[in-house]
């Protein structure tokens, strides 16, 4: 091996390293730390891979997931042996690791390798990002497959990004502005370029359409309609909360003004990289056109470019100013700026991580609970279906939310209806009127409800003599967030 090849690898080692300790360290303190909305594609991937179907619900043809790549990826692991957890938490973490890499290696392309390298250590030393390495979620492999996109149309291979742009859709369908970011800018530099990328991606697509289609009556994930329905909110009160995200602390403050020094610096000087620019404002926008509640994992893809650009604008603004910049002084404002960035983190993070891992334990003794009482086949109501439908696969699942229940999405779409004409004065509403609760509990007749009791109007209903009469607490489990209870049908 010669030296420089020697020294790529040392310099690559950390950013597998650093994703790998956090993320396992973390791990190793507080237990698994996957997402509810993770479980689902996992309920999914096992039922493809055992031969049930792309279901959910055996028999159901329904598309719950917003990841079908992903998921296709957990059911072939499960083909030969690689249990879903352990794959989805290895997925993560390489995810977070190469997306530390190809940040670098897109630096390099640039001709901005050392900013690269900076932005490539930040991303996987910034606990935001590696807490989702290990969530379970596909975030960490989006951002992977988006980065790959940027460097592949850099390098001018524009059918290899086509490809690339397509997986990354079907990771995450709102990461399908990347693909209008670069489309527009190839347009404006290199428009054959430009027609031979939205023509493979149309040709990369067209399987996933034509299978979509005619398997589930449509190709678009019937959860992000669900999505829509549980948490509406208007697009100015969503882009509200995304932007205030990047100004919520010292550190992003310091580093989204960073941001806008170094997309001002491509717009004047390198355009042919302006999609690195455009993305983070066109993804803003997509999410806040989509009216759904913002989570802190739907951002995750986008932080690679936000802080690569940020460097950028670091690297420009000290180099304009090298008289009054002199080196130590470069260092210890960079020392100052990733304290700020990084300080506030902890010990949100033990809270965050704490509240997490105590609900899914919560869950994980709901499941055994109703194991012990129930027999397979019986029907669950639940307020998060993601666990508990994990762990109870041979259950029927009702999914309160409609996600993957799509009677329970119109039933639910109905009462928002009439809950808008009689109020109009509403911008939004988590849970709509106890009538649709009632009436899914009135149609289904579920063996067992559990949920969080401030979830399907539990407190309401669990106050109605008709309800008592059919419904008895078997378990409750109180928390400093919330008080879950499990509920059985007596008759």
């Known amino acids: 091996m010669n030296e420089s090849r020697s020294r790529r690898l040392w310099l690559a080692l950390p950013f597998l390293a650093l994703p790998a300790a956090a993320g396992l360290g973390s791990v190793l303190l507080a237990g698994r730390l996957f997402i509810d909305d993770a479980y ?39 083909l030969i042996g690689v249990p879903t957890l352990d794959l989805a938490l290895a997925t993560g973490i390489l995810g977070a690791g190469l997306s530390g890499y190809l940040l670098w290696r897109l630096g390099q392309a640039y001709g901005l390798g050392r900013a690269g390298y900076v932005a490539g250590i930040l991303l996987v030393g910034f606990p935001r990002f590696w807490i989702s390495a290990v969530s379970g979620m596909e975030t960490t492999l989006a951002a992977m497959l988006a980065l790959l996109v940027l460097w592949l ?23 399908a502005s990347l693909a209008a970011a670069v489309l527009l800018v190839r347009l404006v530099y290199d428009r054959k370029a430009a027609l031979i990328e939205a023509g493979g991606l149309l040709l990369a697509l067209l399987p996933w359409l034509i299978f979509g289609w005619l398997y589930f009556g449509s190709p ?3 959860s992000i309609a669900a999505k829509r329905l549980i948490h509406p909110f208007p697009w100015d009160l969503v882009l509200s909360k995304e932007l205030q995200w990047f100004v919520s602390e010292p550190g992003l403050i310091l580093v989204s003004l960073l941001w806008l020094v170094g997309a001002f610096w491509m717009v004047r000087k390198r355009r042919e990289i302006l999609a690195l620019a455009l993305w983070p404002i066109i993804f803003l926008a997509g999410l806040a056109i989509s009216q759904v509640g913002p989570f802190f994992w739907y951002r995750a893809p986008l932080l690679p470019v936000f802080l690569l650009a940020a460097v950028l604008g670091w690297q420009n603004l000290t180099g304009a100013l090298p008289g009054l910049w002199p080196g130590r002084a470069q260092v ?25 891992a105590a609900k899914e334990r919560v869950y994980e003794e709901m499941a055994g609970k109703i194991r012990g009482m129930g027999r397979p086949g019986d029907t669950v109501l639940v307020g998060d279906v993601g666990v508990l439908g994990y762990r109870l696969q041979d259950y029927y699942l009702l999914d309160s939310s409609g996600i993957n229940s799509p009677a329970i999405y119109r039933i639910r779409q109905e009462d928002r209806v009439k809950l808008m004409e009689n109020n109009p004065g509403y911008r939004f509403d988590w849970w709509g009127t106890s009538e649709w609760s009632r009436q899914v509990i009135e149609t289904y007749r579920p063996r067992f409800i559990a949920s969080d009791l401030s979830y399907l109007h539990l407190k309401t209903l669990l106050q109605e003599p008709g309800f008592q009469s059919q419904y008895q607490p078997a378990a409750t489990w109180p928390l400093p967030s919330a008080n879950y209870g499990l509920l059985v049908r007596t008759r």
């Open 40 to 78: 689902i594609t996992f309920r999914y991937a096992e039922n493809l891979a055992c031969g049930l179907g792309w279901v959910y619900n055996p028999g159901e043809r329904v598309l719950g997931t917003t990841a079908p790549l992903y998921c296709l990826w957990l059911a072939l692991g499960n």
């Open 153 to 175: 149309d850099f390098l001018k291979r524009p059918w290899r990004t086509a490809l690339a742009l397509a997986a990354l859709i079907l990771t995450r369908p709102d990461a």
């Open 220 to 222: 678009v994930p019937h």
């Open 332 to 356: 210890g404002f960079a020392a100052l700026l990733l304290g700020l960035f990084l300080a506030p983190v902890p010990s949100a993070m033990r809270q965050g991580l704490g509240s997490l």
